[in-house]
Structure formats: C-alpha cells, structure tokens
C-alpha cells in the first residue's frame, strides 16, 4: 500500500531564504503526488501535481517540486520564503489500488521568521 | 462558482445529540469525501462516494453515516456525538479519473461536542 512521510512537522525559516519542505512516498508503480497548502481557517488548495512527464513541476506562489524516483522523494522548494507563506503543507498520492483516493501525509507547518 | 460549500461552519454539541453536516459542490464531480482534522494526526479519510447512491468506508468510520442521493451534495451523519468527534470536518470532492485527479475542500466545519 502507498504511503507518505513528511520530514519535520514544524519548519520556521527567514523571510527571503529558501524553503525545503520534504516528502517521501512508498508505491510499487509510478506514482501521481500533489501538494496541497492549508492557510489558517481555510480548507486546502492544490499547490502543484506530478502526474506524468517532467520530473520538476512548478505551481502557485513560486512553489515547485521535483519528482526524484530513485530517491521515492518528491520534495517542496520556494526559492524566498515571503510571510504570507506561512501555512501548513500537505503531501498526498494517489493510491494505486484504486483511483478514488489519496493518501495525505501528517503535514508540515511553515513558519516565516521576520 | 462556489466550488465546494460547507454548512454549518461552526457548531456545539452535546453528547448525545445528532446533527448533519452538509457538502455541497457545483462542479459536477463524481467523486465526494468526508474528512476529519485533528492536531498532529493530518487528515483521515471518514467515507467517500464515488456516485449518486454509493458510499463506501473509509479510515474512521465508526459513529458517523453518510448519504448521497444528489450526485451535488453529501451528508455525513453524526447519530449520537460524543466528545471523541471534536473536530474540524472537511469535505472534497474531485473529478474522476486513473488518481491523478485532485481533490477540491470546503473550508471546514468546526464542530465541538461538550
């Protein structure tokens, strides 16, 4: 069965230094991941999704993400982290089982330090 | 459009009462879910449906009941609250498709049994 880790559930870094938010699957097949961003009192969005193709997805607000499949990562990065960054992040695949659902890992929140 | 409408959005219970929590979506998807929230747990899967009239069981669905008569909206059911089930309730619903289709979330429904 699929799964997935997020590295860390807090990450605070600096306004304008990079972020790296990680994530690892497990999946016997090519996997579909998404990230997904939560902002306080809101329910989620879809950042970015990696289906087929180019391993480096771009997505809203400057995120993007690199499919690696030697490593099962598929890892978050904003090169300048702004203040309205701050939320919390959630990893997901697709269970190959069935189409009908997604595995969302624990979540990770972002902190942005003045 | 509205996307996916949750209502209510807050609620106080107390143990033993029953109430609906209602998911509405104008994108004619197929596939609805009912999710809950708890600190440090991420989001675990209480039932989904992948049509009008089906429902099936997710990770957590003990002391909740589903419905889905309008391929629009669906309903999940506590019968009996009990303080366990304080928790913020998200619904989503997506496209059909081979998994790579994502998931799109209401903003919450914010619900406390005393």
């Known amino acids: 069965a699929q799964s997935v880790t997020q590295l860390g559930s807090h990450v605070s870094v600096s306004e304008g230094a990079l972020v790296l938010l990680r994530c690892n699957y497990s999946?016997?097949?090519?996997?579909?991941l998404f990230w997904y961003v939560q902002y306080p009192n809101q329910g989620l969005q879809l950042l970015l999704k990696y289906t087929t193709g180019a391993t480096l997805v771009k997505g809203i607000n400057g995120f993007e993400a690199e499919f690696k499949k030697s490593e099962t990562s598929f890892h978050l990065t904003k090169p300048s982290a702004h203040m309205s960054d701050a939320a919390e992040y959630f990893c997901a695949v697709s269970d190959q089982d069935r189409d009908d659902k997604i595995i969302f890992g624990k979540g990770t929140r972002l902190h942005i330090l003045p | 459009n509205a996307g996916v409408t949750q209502t209510p959005k807050f609620r106080v219970l107390k143990t033993g009462q029953s109430m609906t929590l209602l998911c509405a979506q104008d994108?004619?998807?197929?596939?609805m879910y009912w999710y809950r929230q708890d600190p440090g747990m991420g989001l675990r899967l209480i039932h989904y449906s992948v049509g009008e009239g089906t429902t099936a069981k997710g990770e957590v669905p003990d002391g909740y009941n589903v419905s889905r008569l309008k391929k629009q909206n669906f309903l999940l059911g506590l019968e009996s609250a009990a303080p366990s089930q304080t928790s913020v309730y998200f619904c989503a619903s997506s496209r059909a498709g081979e998994g790579n289709q994502p998931q799109h979330f209401g903003d919450g429904t914010r619900l406390s049994i005393l």
């Open positions: 999946s016997s097949v090519p996997p579909y």
């Open positions: 994108m004619n998807h197929e596939y």
